[in-house]
Every structure is written in structure tokens, then in C-alpha cells.
């Protein structure tokens, strides 16, 4: 699948100016490296200007310098080996300190995530949490800690919450076999995609049930079959995501249900209680 940055320099490559096409070709054919440069930085590597290198950024539809460079970013992340994403973390790091520069990172992560989430996509994922039949929520290799975390908590308030844990695809579809219409998946995928979990997606969605996709863009490939998408930035951090945004928005949907059902959980955590007092389940202090 082509990344969207890649599929609007294809769609507009015959109108491109002799600059533009530097630019273009730069993106495409060391996009490791244009992802983290300034536009000044960019115009200067392939000989333009750094206007020149903000009207392409526009020309492509994109806000500004800023957007495109996300969108490089996400390229980025959709196709490096994880040898080489150390290696262009190391170089983004130098000889700077690794924890301030980490922290900081995520927290302009949280910042971007919230400046950019629709709104209403999330109120509509809320409300069909809430209102769903059955819950099954999907997440593989390290999007399966977020799946996890997200079930074991909407699990204490609803009972009808299910955690796919496939170790193979024929396991997927097996633990999905009756799922319809007024069931709801909850399905995070971040890049790289887990075609395992694309598929479940597809198969959810061509049910009749309600898709939740957690993800990076809204062109990532779990977002087209969703009724709600809601997008959180992850990233790179060497070899490894940062998954603090999307964590952040299971956070906030957990949240905004219990509050949305407090009149229903508050018989149901007054039992919970209960049991994890009779039966020692957290240490007294």
C-alpha cells in the first residue's frame, strides 16, 4: 500500500516544476533523512529555496511544511527495518541526553494527538461502546499491551467485553465466528501493520459489525472500514513505537464511559469491592 504522501507526488509528479521534482525525488528516494530535516535543511540538500520547499508542501494539498513532514515521518515508519529505524533514531538523538529527549518527544506527541483528533469520531466510539452487544478488541505483536490494557479495564465495567488473542489468522476468524451486527471491534494497529489484523478488520466490518480503529492516520489501512477513527501519533523511538498518545486516548474513552454509565457501574464496582477485599486481592496497607 502506498503511503499518502507517496500516492500525492504520483498523482501530481507531470505537473511539478524542475524544483519541485528535486524535492519529490529527495522525498521519495532518501525519505530516511528528509523526514527529520527542517525545510530550510531539505531546499538547501537538493539546491532550492526553503519557500519553494513550503509552496510543495501546499501544492500537495497538505497545511504546511509541518504536515508533509509528519506524513514523511509516517513513511518512514511504514518501511524502515528495525536496523535502520536505530539508526535514524541514533542520528535524531546525537550526542544529546536520551531521557530528556524521549520525554520531551512524547509529550509533543500528546500534544499533536490532541490538537488533531476528530472530535466526533470519538464521541461516536464512546457511544458505541456503550451501546454494543459485544466488544471485541484487537491488537497484535506491540499493539497487543494496548489491546490488553484496554480490555482488562472496559472489562470491569461491562461484561461482554472479548480480547482476541490470536497466535495464528485461522484463530482470529475462529474467535470471531459470530459476530454481527450490533457487536463493535475495537482494533489498534499501528505501523507496521499487522495484515492479520487488517483481515480481521475487513472480516468485522463485512459482518455488519461497528469498527473502532486506534491508529496512526487516517490512511492507515484498518481506518477505511471504520465507522470512527480515532488517530494518536506514534513515532519512532529506536526500534520501538511510542505508544504514549494512543495509550492517552484509551484513557480518555475509558473515562468519558465511565462517566457516560455511572449510574449503571456503581452497583457493579461496589460488588468488585467487595470480592477483592474478601479475597485479598490487593495488599493492605
Not at 40 to 69: C, D, H, K, N, W
Not at 108 to 124: G, M, P, V
Not at 223 to 247: C, E, I, N, W
Request: net charge negative.
Amino acid at each position: 500500500m502506498e503511503n499518502d504522501i507517496e500516492s500525492r507526488i504520483r498523482a501530481k509528479e507531470s505537473e511539478f516544476s524542475k524544483g519541485q521534482k528535486k524535492i519529490a525525488s529527495a522525498i521519495l528516494e532518501n525519505y530516511d533523512k528528509a523526514a527529520y530535516m527542517t525545510a530550510a535543511r531539505l531546499g538547501e540538500m537538493v539546491s532550492v529555496s526553503e519557500s519553494t520547499v513550503v509552496r510543495f508542501a501546499i501544492e500537495l494539498g497538505y497545511a504546511g511544511y509541518p504536515e508533509l513532514q509528519h506524513a514523511v515521518q509516517e513513511l518512514v515508519r511504514a518501511k524502515l527495518t528495525s536496523n535502520q529505524r536505530i539508526q535514524v533514531s541514533n542520528l535524531r538523538l546525537g550526542d544529546g541526553d536520551v531521557l530528556d529527549s524521549v520525554l520531551a518527544a512524547d509529550m509533543a506527541k500528546i500534544k499533536y494527538t490532541l490538537e488533531n483528533i476528530n472530535r466526533d469520531s470519538f464521541e461516536r466510539a464512546v457511544d458505541a461502546l456503550c451501546a454494543a452487544r459485544r466488544v471485541y478488541i484487537l491488537g497484535v505483536r506491540s499493539s497487543a499491551s494496548l489491546a490488553s490494557f484496554l480490555s482488562f479495564n472496559l472489562g470491569l465495567v461491562f461484561d461482554n467485553v472479548r480480547f482476541i488473542q490470536p497466535t495464528s489468522s485461522g484463530e482470529v476468524f475462529e474467535q470471531m465466528l459470530d459476530i454481527g451486527a450490533g457487536d463493535v471491534v475495537f482494533a489498534i494497529s499501528f505501523p507496521r501493520y499487522s495484515t492479520k489484523l487488517i483481515n480481521a478488520v475487513k472480516y468485522a466490518h463485512a459482518q455488519g459489525a461497528s469498527v473502532i480503529s486506534l491508529t496512526d492516520s487516517v490512511m492507515s489501512p484498518i481506518a477505511a472500514p471504520a465507522d470512527a477513527v480515532l488517530t494518536a501519533q506514534s513515532d519512532m523511538a529506536s526500534y520501538v513505537d511510542s505508544l504514549v498518545a494512543p495509550l492517552s486516548i484509551i484513557n480518555a474513552v475509558l473515562v468519558a464511559i465511565t462517566k457516560k454509565t455511572q449510574d449503571q457501574i456503581t452497583a457493579r464496582f461496589d460488588k468488585l469491592e467487595k470480592i477483592w477485599d474478601e479475597y485479598d486481592v490487593y495488599a493492605k496497607r
